[in-house]
């Protein structure tokens, strides 16, 4: 049985040997290492410890925060590769097809299959926009990943279809208030340009009534934009979603990609999360001129997602960071734009703030979502900053270890149950095949 209370011993953290003592998943102290003896001495901290505690020696790993990714479709883990090379609105009705077979067995093993990929890239909490999503909550607090779900709001205009999902939307609110854990239920609209006006109304109005986070895309492609222009009297989705009283600091806008200033400046002012899905956006061909500097300097919260494998294909962040650099200095041509501390913070701090989460850095108080990261590798050997080795040289297989909510949930890059995941998952394949 493993231990409420662990010691970290010997772990390098912002460069330098220290102790981390974690308990009730929380990180509760942090100190040089070498001073096992003085925590013992804490009065406060040895009346928790003296009912045991593991100590793990750490030697040789750095210690991260997990990542939070702050977009995706967690069960279109088992949807990879199956419209390539297709544009934008041949793959979203591609997609739309398929889905019409997906049920919830598909989404709770989907959801295992992704929060295995997940953890093991150094993900520790997910925002989640899927079918079925109590089942994807249970798939992903048995992996022990937290999950933040949201009830999908995509009515296409049916009445009849919009009075479901209201119905639907309320009853698993309702349930929601009886979880016993950490997951987060939310509210998403998939979109503008799929969700009618009164439905948007009723999520936003819901959502704020709740206090609960309201999940778009939002300018994901020209398209949408000269679309929604189109039928609102020539006002952009930003705009439109604005003068409907929708968006504030609840508010995660997956892409916001295609922005005019005026986009810009209402995010900004409303507080806005949004979310740069740089591997969906640029195979899609949808854009890649995200406006890092102008979202931020303007007050958005600009986070990292991955967008879900049927268009990102994978789920790795440590991979989103460094393409999302790489294109923003190259659009640019500014070698300077999105430095290395403002990127770690997009995919850790600014999403634990858009989730209002008490994670996303190593401190004293914070929950224990950890990632150990081997460094006795040819990707660290060099005299450069670590966050430059693990960003832009090093691949996420050398996160070695993942701790969420001070419980370890992958040890030595195994996880539990693995295998026979993968085995049950394959079955459901057959779901969406030809
Ligand atoms: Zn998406």
Not at 161 to 171: H, I, K, L, P, V
Not at 190 to 200: C, G, L, T
Not at 298 to 309: E, L, R
Not at 414 to 426: M, N, S
Request: hydrophobic share 40%; glycine share 6%.
């Amino acid at each position: 049985m493993a231990k409420e209370n662990i010691v970290l011993k010997n772990i390098t953290l912002d460069g330098k040997a220290s102790d981390i003592v974690v308990s009730g998943g929380i990180i509760r102290k942090i100190l040089p290492a070498g001073n096992l003896q003085n925590i013992l001495q804490d009065n406060d901290l040895a009346k928790v410890l003296s009912e045991g505690m593991e100590v793990v020696d750490c030697y040789g790993k750095t210690a991260m925060p997990g990542f939070i990714n702050m977009h995706t479709h967690a069960a279109m883990s088992l949807m990879r590769g199956i419209e390539e090379d297709v544009v934008f609105q041949d793959w979203i009705d591609a997609i739309w097809k398929i889905e019409a077979n997906v049920d919830s067995d598909f989404v709770y093993w989907g959801t295992k299959v992704a929060a295995i990929e997940m953890l093991k890239t150094g993900t520790t909490t997910f925002n989640d926009q899927y079918w079925s999503p109590t089942h994807a909550k249970v798939a992903a607090k048995e992996m022990g990943i937290r999950p933040v779900i949201s009830y999908v709001v995509l009515d296409k205009s049916d009445p009849s279809e919009a009075s479901r999902q209201r119905d639907q939307c309320e009853r698993m609110y309702e349930a929601s208030l009886k979880w016993n854990d950490d997951a987060i239920f939310s509210v998403s609209l998939h979109a503008v340009y799929s969700v009618s006006e009164e439905m948007i109304l009723w999520a936003s109005e819901f959502a704020r009534g709740h206090d609960l986070l309201l999940h778009i895309h939002l300018s994901e492609t020209e398209k949408e934009v000269l679309d929604c222009k189109a039928a609102h009297g020539g006002l952009s989705p930003v705009e439109y979603l604005d003068r409907l009283g929708v968006l504030d600091s609840r508010t995660i806008a997956a892409h916001s990609l295609w922005l005019s200033e005026n986009d810009v400046r209402i995010l900004g002012e409303r507080k806005v999360n949004c979310v740069h899905n740089i591997n969906s956006n640029t195979k899609l061909a949808s854009g890649y001129k995200f406006l890092y500097n102008e979202l931020r300097d303007a007050g958005a919260n600009v986070c990292i997602g991955t967008d879900g494998c049927a268009s990102s294909n994978n789920l790795d962040i440590l991979e989103a960071l460094k393409t999302s650099a790489i294109i923003q200095k190259a659009w640019r041509n500014d070698p300077k734009a999105w430095p290395l501390d403002e990127l770690l913070r997009c995919a850790t701090v600014n999403g634990a703030k858009a989730l209002r989460l008490n994670t996303g850095e190593i401190a004293e108080g914070k929950a224990a979502d950890i990632l150990f990261v081997d460094t006795d590798n040819s990707f660290f050997l060099s005299p450069g900053s670590f966050l430059a080795n693990f960003i832009y040289s090093a691949h996420s297989d050398c996160i070695e270890s993942v701790m969420v909510n001070g419980k370890f949930v992958m040890r030595g890059r195994k996880i539990e149950g693995e295998k026979d995941i993968l085995r049950e998952a394959r079955k459901m394949i057959g779901l969406i095949s030809e």
